[in-house]
């Protein structure tokens, strides 16, 4: 694990709902790219009112803790959008809304603003008879998606699915001659997520999935059916699928709630990782299922 500090070199506007901030500098030469389309890191802010005050944890074998006496710098997790190792650059695509630390921080971000980031950690790995893709996302999950697109082989067939808040929310995807994009508007915390709908609706119990891996990304609970359905009502492999959650509502509470639950109840919960006997999908379903009974 490597902590490495840059800072904003340009701010680009990409719709009513999204802003693009590319990174430069600092330690970024000697940061290196995994390579995979949907590669993320954890981004650290300023923690207070002084945005060039950012105080940086240091980092450990394989995480991090903020050094005696400094104040913590809150973190967030994004997808890298691009990497230009040649110039020393990074594209972090920011959804943009009303609150939050790191939409408010990306908002007012000018050239000069300092941040933090970790080593990168990529999750797509699609298997070896790849000759299908099918990529569901809200849109969080945009940056990630149009960087997939640029990575797919000429030879597979892809069918994108982007729910965005509205028309004013769709951007140009890139080109691929296999390709297939379909936008849909809602959800996006402006209304229900129909993330699952979208899923269940593309992938009947009855669909062909030879040769084929699904990704789907964005509002977690609502990804909680879609795993299920991938898993269960399709039985598929978990190397045959990727389900990545990038945004709860009521974040910011979600440990204060988890705290407030009994010991006990956290301790049954924490337990179902210490030494899983499962499939590990089979392991995030139970604890899914366990969560959402908690209202978490």
């Known amino acids: 694990m490597d902590i490495y500090r840059a800072a904003v070199a340009r701010v680009q506007p990409l719709t009513a709902t999204m ?4 990174l430069t500098g600092g330690d970024l030469p000697a940061f290196t790219s995994t390579g995979v389309g ?7 802010f300023p ?31 994004y ?14 695509d920011f959804v943009l809304h009303d609150h939050g630390v790191a939409a408010t921080w ?28 099918i990529l569901i996302a809200d849109q969080t999950g945009l940056p990630a998606v149009a960087r997939l697109l640029e990575n797919t082989p000429e030879h597979v067939t892809t069918r994108v699915i982007v729910e965005v808040p509205d028309e004013t929310s769709v951007q140009p995807l890139p080109d691929h001659p296999r390709a297939k994009v379909t936008w849909t508007y809602g959800g996006n915390g402006h ?4 993330l699952a709908e979208l899923v269940t609706t593309a992938l009947p119990e009855d669909s062909d999935l030879t040769g084929t891996y699904l990704w789907t990304a964005g509002e977690t609970t609502a990804l909680r059916t879609v ?8 039985s598929l492999p978990s190397e045959r699928f990727k389900v990545v959650g990038y945004w709860a509502p009521n974040a910011d509470t979600w440990t204060e709630r988890w705290e407030a639950l009994p010991a006990t109840v956290r301790a049954e919960l924490e337990a179902l990782w210490e030494d899983p006997k499962d499939d590990l999908e089979d392991v995030t379903i139970e604890y899914e299922d366990r969560l959402s009974g908690l209202g978490l």
């Open 19 to 22: 802003v693009r901030v590319t």
């Open 38 to 44: 949907d590669e993320y890191v954890r981004l650290f």
């Open 47 to 77: 923690h207070g009112p002084d945005r060039h005050d950012l105080s940086l944890p240091v980092a450990t074998e394989t995480s991090w803790e903020t050094p005696e006496g400094r104040p913590t710098a809150p973190m967030r997790t």
């Open 79 to 92: 997808t890298i959008r691009a990497v230009r190792p040649e110039l020393h650059e990074i594209d972090i």
């Open 106 to 133: 990306a908002a007012a971000a000018q050239p000069g603003d300092p941040l933090g980031l970790n080593t990168p950690t990529g999750l797509y790995d699609p298997p070896a008879d790849l000759t299908r893709q």
């Open 191 to 194: 209304s229900a997520s129909r």
């Open 227 to 234: 795993r299920k359905h991938f898993r269960k009502t399709l």
